[in-house]
């Protein structure tokens, strides 16, 4: 991506619930994915905290997660909007998705640098995520720190904390 590309970064609406659906169950496989309830909560709840990537009404990519102020992203979170504190401390990210045919264009990087600039705008001490083990050096990038193994097993995976620090 450059800046002189057509696409937009947005927040979700409820609209938007197929496409993000769609394209989790493409990116995630089924005991990771978040389900289209989970999705429809999450949007209800937190729509600031969903970054779209759109091209025109194409959704190519997204990120969400939720504001807490707890330090660690436990399974539990996956399920419960209802635990999103708009002053948290914290950002979490549940997921970034990003379409298999835009992947490798850098949509979760403009994505990931929006979202680390608006959680800092918004004051908190900054974002946590977990990811694979594969991941570590695409998130470290952004100046997120492996934290080591994490305590979530979500979808029976091995994940790594990762924290990016203000």
Not at 57 to 78: H, K, S
Not at 124 to 142: E, I, M, N, S, W
Request: hydrophobic fraction near 40%; include cysteine.
């Amino acid at each position: 991506m450059t800046d002189s590309d057509p696409q937009l970064i947005r927040h979700a609406t409820i609209d938007d619930l197929d496409a993000l659906a769609a394209m989790e169950s493409e990116c995630f496989p089924a005991a990771e994915a978040a389900d289209r309830s989970s999705l429809c909560a999450r949007i209800e709840t937190y729509p600031e905290c969903f970054w779209l990537l759109i091209d025109g009404e194409i959704v190519m990519a997204f990120i969400n997660g939720f504001a807490t102020d707890r330090r660690d992203l436990t399974d539990d979170m996956y399920e419960d909007a209802a635990q999103h504190n708009p002053q948290g401390d914290w950002q979490m990210i549940f997921g970034v998705d990003t379409a298999p045919k835009y992947q490798h264009r850098g949509c979760a990087s403009a994505l990931m640098r929006k979202a680390i600039e608006d959680t800092r705008a918004a004051g908190r001490k900054g974002l946590v995520l977990t990811c694979k083990d594969r991941l570590v050096g695409f998130y470290a990038q952004f100046g997120y720190e492996d934290e080591g193994i994490s305590e979530s097993t979500h979808g029976d995976v091995v994940w790594h904390q990762m924290r990016l620090t203000f």
